[in-house]
Nanobody
Framework: QVQLVESGGGLVQPGGSLRLSCAAS????????MAWFRQAPGKEREFVAA????????YYADSVKGRFSIARESGSYTISLQMNSLKSEDTAVYYC??????????????????WGQGTQVTVSS
C-alpha cells in the first residue's frame, strides 16, 4: 500500500491562499492517479481534484474550478493543491488519496485505495 503524507494546512482569511502538498512512497506500487478530497464537519467526504499520473488528465469539482489547481512535482511522487480565493465554505479536513481508478471512479472515494491522515484548512476572519 502507498503511504501518503500531507502538509500545508492552516488558518487563512477569506480571499487568501494556501498550498497543500502530498508526498507518496511507492513501495513498488504503481500510482494511476492522485487526488484531493475534503470533509467538513457533519458532511460526507467530497471530491476536490484529481490528476492522472501518466498522461496528466486533470479533474476538478465544480465548486473549486478556477480557484484551485492540482499539480505534480516533477521527479517525485508529490502532488500539490494550490488554493486561491478561499471561502469559508472551503473549511474542511483535506485528504490526499492515491489509487488506480478508472474514468468512472476517478472523482469518487471508491476509486482510491490509499489515504493520508488529513490536514485541516480553516478559512475564517
Amino acid at each position: 500500500q502507498v503511504q501518503l503524507v500531507e502538509s500545508g494546512g492552516g488558518l487563512v482569511q477569506p480571499g487568501g491562499s494556501l498550498r497543500l502538498s502530498c508526498a507518496a512512497s511507492r513501495n513498488g506500487f504503481e500510482i494511476g492517479a492522485m487526488a484531493w478530497f475534503r470533509q467538513a464537519p457533519g458532511k460526507e467526504r467530497e471530491f476536490v481534484a484529481a490528476r492522472r499520473w501518466n498522461g496528466g488528465a486533470i479533474y476538478y469539482a465544480d465548486s473549486v474550478k478556477g480557484r484551485f489547481s492540482i499539480a505534480r512535482e516533477s521527479g517525485s511522487y508529490t502532488i500539490s493543491l494550490q488554493m486561491n480565493s478561499l471561502k469559508s465554505e472551503d473549511t474542511a479536513v483535506y485528504y490526499c488519496a492515491s489509487g488506480r481508478p478508472i474514468t468512472s471512479t476517478i472523482t469518487t472515494i471508491r476509486g482510491y485505495t490509499s489515504w493520508g491522515q488529513g490536514t485541516q484548512v480553516t478559512v475564517s476572519s
